[in-house]
């Protein structure tokens, strides 16, 4: 059980693009999303907190209107991050919560030229 | 700012010989700690856990010992193999479990044959 799927898992896109991050969680229903962020060699750091059907709530230093996300249902959140840059290159990992229990997602390289 | 650190950035042991992961927390009302093994382009994988009010939590060939005193975490692993090799982070819940989770700064466990 407690299965979570990022896609995709490795995404190459240029300068000033967007790109959409998908997170599913296949087996359960997730009352809360976090989303992730996680630089070469570094730990993770929380972005943003969002619940199903409401705005989502981002750390001090995220751009809420660059890191766009959508929390469509109980099963499946998305991360667009707008405008990339070069600097927003980085692991981003989902982790779907239920009660005290968060899941993770396989997460989602992302290189930006 | 409140934080979750580790001592050691990087554990080498021999296979089959124990390992002892540490962690310090700032957070004197943190009441639930988790740690995670993460394998390289992975997500964070759950090992086990322990609320504020247990000193010791034992799992499969895993303990977690808590020194609230000192604000004090490890992670000891036993009869280490192989496939213990990974990074190895310590979590702190930032509050109620709608909050996300605060990571150290990760250990990388090497295991040499």
């Known amino acids: 059980g407690a299965v979570v799927s990022q896609h995709p898992s490795r995404v190459i896109c240029k300068s000033g693009t967007s790109v959409k991050i998908e997170c599913r969680s296949l087996?359960?229903?997730?009352?809360?999303m976090f989303w992730y962020r996680q630089f070469p060699k570094q730990s993770l750091m929380l972005m943003a907190t969002?619940?199903?059907?409401?705005?989502?709530?981002?750390e001090q230093g995220v751009e809420k209107d660059k890191f766009l996300i959508n929390h469509a249902s109980l099963t499946l959140s998305t991360l667009t991050v707008t405008s990339a840059h070069p600097e927003d290159s980085s692991f981003y990992i989902c982790?779907?919560?239920?009660?005290?229990?968060?899941?993770f997602g396989p997460g989602t390289r992302l290189t930006v030229l | 700012g409140e934080s979750v650190g580790l001592h050691l950035p990087t554990l080498s042991v021999q296979e089959g010989d124990n390992s002892i992961i540490n962690c310090a927390y700032s957070?004197?009302?943190?009441?639930?700690f988790i740690w995670y093994k993460q394998e390289s382009g992975k997500g964070p994988q759950f090992i086990i856990d322990?609320?504020?009010?247990?000193d010791k939590r034992q799992g499969q060939r895993v303990t977690v010992l808590l020194n609230k005193t000192v604000k004090h975490l490890s992670l000891q692993i036993a009869a280490t193999q192989p496939g213990d090799s990974a990074v190895y982070f310590c979590?702190?819940?930032?509050?109620?479990?709608?909050?996300?989770?605060?990571f150290g700064k990760g250990t990388h466990l090497i295991i040499q044959p």
């Open positions: 969002s619940n199903e059907g409401s705005k989502a709530t981002y």
């Open positions: 322990i609320r504020s009010n247990m």
């Open positions: 087996d359960f229903q997730a009352t809360t």
């Open positions: 957070n004197s009302a943190s009441d639930y």
């Open positions: 982790s779907p919560s239920v009660g005290d229990t968060q899941y």
């Open positions: 979590a702190e819940f930032r509050g109620g479990g709608a909050d996300g989770l605060t």
